[in-house]
């Protein structure tokens, strides 16, 4: 029964039994278990909010008389609101079942109720996290959250310190790496444009080519100098020269011009892996430098080559190609690998020294909250033995190397709306040096706002001069916020979820080698590569055929039966999944090769027909925190498989009547 008691290392028995009960408080759970402790936290804050409202000048009486509900108008809007509500509540009745264990599709599972009691919460005080005068509470919330997420990373997190991090939500991923990207190029053109301003007294590069490849270090550490001069300079002078410099920067005079005026610099590309994410397309678009600089780099067995980095970085030097940045993603979206983030950050080191500087960015949209489990509570990177000790393989060491690297880098993408179980509508973008941001401010007046730049509060409560959207809600920061204070972002807190999601796929991969041994007379299974995080991926061919196009057609069939169906009634499905496909760009030639072989796949059909240029596979995401049941004895991996095996089974059968009856068929 108990796949994760029997695959796993024992943990200590009491320490399981204490994690358990503390989870039992987090979720809303599968069967709405703790219903009672939301409608009680809901009720309770909702009065509050009332009090409040009535304390706030008790001195004025109810604008609404007392007897309106009695009103037929009153009667028949409150109505029409209810028929449209229960509409509403009918409908979403067809919604995706995120919060079961019986949900392995996507990135999403059931929300932490910290997080969703502090967003309701929230709500009708609606604060507007565009600038402190509309959201006087969240907006440091905010602040703090983008603090909480550093630490996490092992940023500097002292607001003490001149080069402490920075972070602020987004509306998502997508945003915050187009927020990375913005801030990069705000970077890289600040010293040119320094330079064309001819500011005297600051020693700037010696040409265009050397401004425009600095490191992002590099840039901050101008950028400061030019501030300490400009404040030094007569009040008079000071605007004229902060004028200059602007007006010679491209977030002024617009890409176009800016290139036009350095003939000696070409537009700068990103390098990122084959498997990136599609909204770094959408943000190269967004920026106005296009997706064809968007240089896609090898991979092999789904994560970046750092021997092809290497190879694009000298052609990008040899040819006077200035490079952005270069984004390595920690956990892709499609099987949950992890880039050597380490081996990027020795590459920026070692191109920086030969003139060619870049920003390292970390697109960890889906794994950054994995962090937590590398993570002491005092801050401290943890070794890999002591996480090792909790999981079957986890952390391999290129994973270890990568997750400690993340302080080495200079901004990071994080989602708590996907492993940080927070409502949608939450991403985040961190970035190593605040001073950095400042680039980015709509209005440079910062520098003349009395003391406010030296107070780091002060400077970032204005997060509406950095952020890329206007007004976005305060109530998702407060989410955010409470909830890491809830549980912090250490292993020995909030390190509970991943911990358990990352043993559950160790759960799942053991369950799939006993499913492909019961179906291995019918058919050929197996997990392709061994995951590095909480993505399990399981590839299948029925016994006999040779051919990739067949071999897909069956899988997506099967995928099909795990996908939600708007026509049908939600309980007919047994089981969410999701697919995802092997290609030669992104899994190498080799590494195909050994898939195709051990799926008993003909290499020579690969590529020939329609949609057999790549190899479809089963995708599961293991982010339930309840895929075994203890309370029940329910192992739901367990049964997953044997739905999947039943499956299989039936569609084999049909195809064997098929072609049976095919002869007789009128
Ligand atoms: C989900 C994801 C994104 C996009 O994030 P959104 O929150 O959907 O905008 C970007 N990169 C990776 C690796 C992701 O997994």
Redesign the pocket.
Known sequence: MSALIDDLPDLDALRVEDERRTLDACFLGPYGENDTLLEKLVVEFLRDHVYWRRTFHPEDPPAIPTRAAQHPRYQAFEARMRRELHALSAALKKSVPFHSPRYIGH?ASDLLLPGLAAQMLTLPYNPNNVCEDAAPVTVEMEVRAGLQLARMFGYPDDTARADCAFGHLTS????A?YQALRLALALKAFPVALRAAGVPDIEVPGSDREAFNLAPRDAIALHERWQAWLRAQPAGDRRAWRERVEQARPEHTGLTAFFARHPQLQPPVVLAPVTA?Y?WSKGMKLLGLGRAQLLRVPEVGMRMDADALDAVLERCLLEHTPVLACVG?L???EYGTVDPIDRIVAARERFTARGLGFAVHV?A??GGYMATLFREPDGRLRPREAILAEHAQFPQPHVHAAFAALADTDSI?V?P??LGYLPYGA?AFVCRDHRAVALLAEQADYVFHGDAPDDYFARHRRLGQVIPEGSKSGAAAAAVYVTHRVLPLDHAHFGALPRQTIRAAEAFAAAAARFAADIAPMAIAFVPFAPDSNLVCVAINPVGNRNVAAANAFVQRLADELRCDPSQPLQARQFFGSSTTLRPESIGQDELARILGALGLDAASFGVDDGADRVLILRHTLMNPYPLDHENGISYIDHYFDHLAGRIRLLLAERTASVSKAPHAP
Do not use: L, R
Not at 172 to 175: A, F, R
């Open positions: 990135m998502g991923g997508t945003v790496n994410h909204s993603v956990g892709t979206t697109d949209a889906w993408t989602d709306h996907k991403g």
